[in-house]
């Protein structure tokens, strides 16, 4: 005779449990295999019971094949075709549920025993098998293993804690490879390691690819030392995509999965962030979402950076009002052990200061334009002129104008400096003014009309004084660095 509990009485056969190693993906034909029901907690529930039984009659110092076999049959799948029912399968059905592919549970935690038992670190095994895309890994069902104790009446938790004590006193011979200096070690695992330094939060879909990390299974040693330099040489990153309410989605929900997942260890590794600003927040009325603090405060921050992604239409001299007030609004957010350290804000094409075109006028527009904490690069300063509003008029006259004397400026030696380069500058440019005029005139004789006389100016720049001015005036800003 079947029993089955209330809640399948009306509702489909079990679902039989999946191989992990298998990544058969899931057809509209067999819609059962991405189904978990109470039937299948209950399957599960006695493939763990008969795993800690296995698990806890193992004596870690003489493990043999026999222990390892125990360990493999424990989790067998139970006839298909038998039902049964165990008290407090509904709230083992409630505490497993949430985790990609349930059935996988009890595989996942005997292939990271196994691994742990033979003194190699465990190291997720991310397979697509379901349509719901990633199967659960070991550290998904590590975070629930407390409650999965609680309602089997099992001690999976502990036992494998009290394994990972075991290995960390271990002592073994060290690995022959960790006999290298450690700048040629380092060298390797920059080959080995993702060239990309960002770990990416990305939500469990069928076209996420994870790096391939197969040097951590070596050994622990190993994976110990390639764990510190990767998560201290990589960043965090979070995109911000918000919504019309300013609040976070997919960044705040891809962190909100994987934060259970990382451990304590991990945590006190990750020093730097960044966050990724998309260029449709210009739209936003609203601050951004003030949970994003909840992200600053996880980490031990020492370094935040902050990009903006914004499109072509925002390039050049053009600043949204709406974009800089979002923008210091998530500034502020910055915890404060951050503050001591590398801070970079960054906005692409966004300002862009050139001397072509530029006058003191337009200097002190953009100065005044730009946010309060910023970095300002300055390059080719030489270039700006040792007088105040200097200028030349270039005439048809000039070239007969050589008996008209100037009064002579008495300037210091940093000045007669910058001036000549100054001249230097400005009769190149007379130059290349006078060939593009010779070039115009031969083109419009050889087409038979008269040119108009063209006058060639200079174009517009900017002065020393001006310069000064805007950098060391009364108003202004303070907080920014000049280089």
Known sequence: MNIHTIHDLSTRSPTPPCNSLQTSRVTDAEPRFARFSVT?????????????????SMDPEKRDQADMASVTS???????EEAVYVAGSEEFY???????????????YAEAYKNVLQGRPYVNNYNLSGCRGIDCVFSDVRTVLGDVDRV??????????????????????????????????????????????????????QDVKRPRLNIMRASRQLHDE?????????????????SPLGQLRQGEVCYQGVRPTINSATLELLKELEIRVYDHLVYLTGPPSSRISYIFGTFKLERVRITFELSKTFGGHIKDPKMELFCRRLIDQIPASADDCQFLSHISQNYLITRHGMDDKRLEQVFSSLPYRCVVLIEDIDCAGAQ???????SSKAESSDNHEEDSIEVT????????????????????HNMLLKLLTNIAQQQSWAPKPVIPTLPKKVTFSGLLNVIDRATAAEGRLLV
């Open 40 to 56: 299948d907690a209950v399957h599960l529930k006695l493939k763990l019971q008969a795993l800690d039984r296995a698990v806890s």
């Open 74 to 80: 424990a989790c067998q799948t139970r006839p298909f």
């Open 94 to 108: 409630l505490v497993v549920k949430g985790l990609p592919r349930p059935h996988l549970v009890a595989d996942v």
């Open 152 to 205: 089997c009446a099992t001690n999976l938790q502990g036992a494998f804690a009290k394994l990972e004590e075991r290995g960390r006193s271990h002592t073994i011979q060290p690995f022959p490879f960790l006999r290298l200096p450690a700048e040629l070690r380092l060298h390797v695992y920059s080959f080995l390691l993702p060239p990309e330094r960002r770990i990416v939060l990305r939500p469990r879909s």
């Open 226 to 242: 390639v764990t510190k330099y990767f998560y201290k040489n990589w960043r965090l990153y979070v995109r911000v995509d918000s």
């Open 388 to 394: 105040v509003s200097r200028g030349v008029q270039i």
């Open 413 to 432: 030696t940093v000045n007669d400096l910058i001036g000549q380069h100054f001249d230097e500058y400005e009769q190149r440019q007379r130059q290349r």
